[in-house]
């Protein structure tokens, strides 16, 4: 054994607190590990928040479990002494895990109750249960902690609830979801790239495929990605401000879009001028305008290439189709000129009598 002594070392951080407490964290949970342990089992130390994890080497030579509160860590192993495989204990959970129990209920007992302290630059939020991307469309959720920086933004690729035709197959097209006139359902997508492929076969993707064609419920992994019908596969519109609105100095536009694909790119001009760039929702910014007339234009791209684009017209502190008042044109008339000439006056004779 090592023999403490009284010397001062140089402490040095070799991993960063937030990361420490997000995997006791996971550790600490046991609704995690329920599915394979089920909601009653040996991990869990009743009214203390511990951390747990078990192991078990190949061939059942070794076994052990290792957990750990803020002020006590407990490791215990199971093993024969020569490494020959174990013939009863098949796991951690059945073979280490209750020796690694007792210990840990008595050692705690003996110190103060502490919870893992939470660091600098954690944050929790909701998530969807299903997914672990934010909380949407009224799925079932749950909380969970995450490093800042680090938290699921965006949309969720995985749970989806889609706008569908009503008695059949496929998407609503943008004119349907407009009018009401579709249903919503639930869909799970699941797709996966192969990491360690070297001849072009997706085999996490072809596991995936397997699982999903024996399940009951299959078409819900199933999507559609095209419409019941021919319509548009993007389109884009302006939420605010309004077309042909007067608007002040200060406002806000927002832009909406309708896709099958996800939008990875949007962009605003002002009179053919480039204001704003997006990669992600909310397609939305606040403008400062000067006064006078404006053609607003949001341009959208999807994944998959597909693009659309609409325009506003608008007016800042004036009608959006003002026009100045027409200049009144001065007309010259000649003045007449006063000269010399005199028109000859014309008498008619007069007929009286003639003298002798």
């Known amino acids: 054994l090592e023999e403490k002594k009284d010397v001062t070392l140089e402490k040095t951080q070799i991993i960063d607190p937030g990361v420490v407490f997000i995997i006791s964290n996971i550790l600490a949970d046991n609704g995690a590990r329920s599915l394979t342990s089920g909601q009653q089992n040996g991990l869990i130390v009743s009214n203390y928040q511990v951390a747990v994890k078990t192991g078990t080497t190949n061939d059942k030579r070794d076994n052990w479990a290792i957990g750990w509160t803020p002020n006590l860590l407990v490791a215990a192993w199971v093993g024969n002494n020569d490494n020959s495989p174990m013939g009863k204990v098949a796991s951690g959970v059945s073979g280490a895990t209750p020796i690694w129990r007792r210990v840990m209920v008595f050692g705690v007992s003996k110190r103060d109750k502490q919870d893992f302290p939470i660091p600098e630059k954690i944050i929790s939020m909701e998530v969807d249960n299903l997914s672990g991307w934010r909380v949407h469309d009224g799925f079932a959720s749950r909380t969970e902690y995450f490093i800042d920086g680090t938290q699921p933004s965006g949309e969720d690729p995985i749970h989806l609830k889609l706008k569908v035709c009503r008695g059949n197959d496929g998407l609503a097209p943008p004119q349907d979801v407009a009018g009401g006139n579709y249903d919503e359902k639930e869909y799970i997508k699941l797709e996966e790239n192969d990491p360690v492929s070297v001849d072009g076969k997706n085999r996490w993707q072809e596991a995936i495929e397997k699982w999903i064609g024996g399940q009951e419920d ?139």
């Open 218 to 356: 299959k078409e819900k992994y199933r999507p559609p990605s095209d419409y019941c019908r021919e319509g548009g596969r993007l389109t884009v519109s302006f939420a605010s401000p309004d077309n042909e609105s007067t608007v002040s100095n200060n406002f806000e536009v927002k832009i909406e879009t309708v896709s099958l694909m996800k939008v990875t790119e949007a962009k605003l001009w002002v009179n053919g001028e480039e204001k704003k760039a997006w990669t992600d929702r909310p397609f939305s910014v606040n403008l400062n305008l000067g006064d006078g007339k404006y053609t607003l234009k949001a341009w959208v791209k999807d994944k998959d290439g597909n693009e659309a684009e609409t325009e506003r017209k608008i007016g800042v502190n004036m009608s959006w189709d003002w026009q100045p008042s027409p200049t009144p044109t001065i007309t010259l008339v000649p003045t007449p000129t006063v000269g010399t000439s005199l028109t000859p006056i014309l008498t008619t004779p007069t007929v009286g009598t003639s003298s002798p």
